[in-house]
């Protein structure tokens, strides 16, 4: 029981970490990239429904990334397992994001920018939940 509640925790850290680093880059997006650069206008978001939609996938998203980083740090403190693992939720997000440029009329730099976001955003994620476990926030996974 004490296993899931860590997880939990863990979970609730990284789904916090992700949905604030994704409500700062749609800010970012849509008062400084979308206001100076005119190839990204497109990135420019209102507060309808696509909005919160993509908040709450990017906040379940961080929820599913605590709890799995919380396991990929369980037995050693490889540094390229930790990368490995923000690199995989990143870059599974962000190659979306590209994909779906390539099937759409539009240019493709403005998917290429929601692509390194996702991985930056997985990258403040992971430094969130470093420091939750560095100040037993979190404990991490002890194995048997």
């Given at each position: 029981?004490a296993?899931?509640?860590?997880?939990?925790?863990?979970g609730?850290?990284g789904?916090?970490?992700?949905c604030?680093?994704?409500a700062?880059?749609?800010?970012?997006?849509?008062?400084v990239?979308?206001?100076?650069?005119?190839?990204?206008?497109?990135?420019?978001?209102?507060?309808?429904?696509?909005?919160?939609?993509?908040?709450?996938?990017?906040?379940?998203?961080?929820?599913?990334?605590?709890?799995?980083?919380?396991?990929?740090?369980?037995?050693?403190?490889?540094?390229?397992?930790?990368?490995?693992?923000?690199?995989?939720?990143?870059?599974?997000?962000?190659?979306?994001?590209?994909?779906?440029?390539w099937?759409s009329?539009?240019?493709?730099?403005?998917?290429?920018?929601l692509?390194?976001?996702?991985?930056?955003?997985?990258?403040i994620a992971?430094?969130?939940l470093?420091?939750a476990?560095?100040?037993?926030?979190?404990?991490?996974f002890?194995?048997i």
């Open positions: 029981m296993e899931r509640l860590e997880s939990l925790k863990a609730i850290v789904g916090l970490s992700v604030l680093a994704f700062i880059a749609s800010l970012l997006n849509t008062f990239l979308a206001k100076y650069f005119q190839i990204l206008v497109c990135l420019q978001s209102d507060l309808n429904w696509h909005l919160w939609v993509s908040g709450a996938v990017a906040t379940f998203t961080g929820f599913l990334f605590g709890v799995t980083y919380r396991y990929i740090i369980r037995s050693d403190q490889n540094p390229q397992l930790k990368a490995g693992g923000v690199l995989a939720f990143g870059l599974v997000r962000g190659l979306t994001q590209i994909e779906l440029g099937n009329h539009s240019i493709i730099w403005p998917f290429l920018v692509a390194f976001e996702s991985v930056l955003w997985f990258g992971a430094i969130a470093n420091i476990i560095q100040f037993r926030w979190v404990k991490p002890s194995s």
